[in-house]
């Protein structure tokens, strides 16, 4: 007999968008909010951030990499590419902008997230064994007190939104 805390661990995830609405996410996710600032146009020095969607574990996977993009894409059937969601900063341009790590939460969550908090994100979540770091999915510009979004639009820098599809309520499984 399956235990539906455990099969609702299998649908936890963490979505982002440059959509204020969440786009896809109001129904099961709750906001999170403004996980740093990204580009919403190709440039010179902007590289595209491609996003994947599976179904089957209830997961958004994100890449800088268009060879791991393609990869994801060849070998791993079950991820879907959803878009190219935004353009990041291909590098720190002076420490302005800040890596974008990656993170993969294995059983029972099999989610990955991502985090400008440049201390690490596995030392808060209380099961760190199942938390693997993947490097990074590209560099964000991160939220700071004092800075004015004005200033940021002028820069192109729009929000990037952090959704996330928690467990269920008790009694909600």
């Not at 890449?63 to 590419?81: F, P, R």
């Amino acid at each position: 007999m399956s235990n539906p805390l455990e099969d609702a661990k299998k649908d936890v995830d963490h979505f982002y968008t440059t959509n204020p609405t969440g786009e896809l996410a109001p129904k099961d996710y709750m906001y999170e909010g403004i996980a740093g600032y990204v580009y919403l146009t190709p440039r010179e020095n902007r590289i595209p951030i491609y996003r994947f969607w599976n179904g089957k574990i209830v997961d958004h996977f994100y890449t800088e990499s268009q060879a791991e993009a393609m990869k994801v894409a060849a070998d791993l059937k079950d991820y879907k590419l959803e878009s190219v969601h935004a353009w990041y900063s291909p590098e720190s341009a002076g420490g302005a902008f800040v890596e974008f790590k990656r993170y993969y939460w294995d059983t029972p969550y099999y989610d990955h997230f991502y985090t400008a908090n440049q201390s690490g994100t596995a030392d808060t979540l209380e099961d760190k064994a199942a938390v693997q770091a993947e490097g990074k999915a590209g560099y964000i510009y991160p939220v700071s007190e004092g800075v004015c979004e004005c200033t940021l639009r002028a820069k192109d820098l729009y929000p990037l939104y952090r959704w996330c599809r928690p467990l269920p309520l008790p009694g909600k499984a």
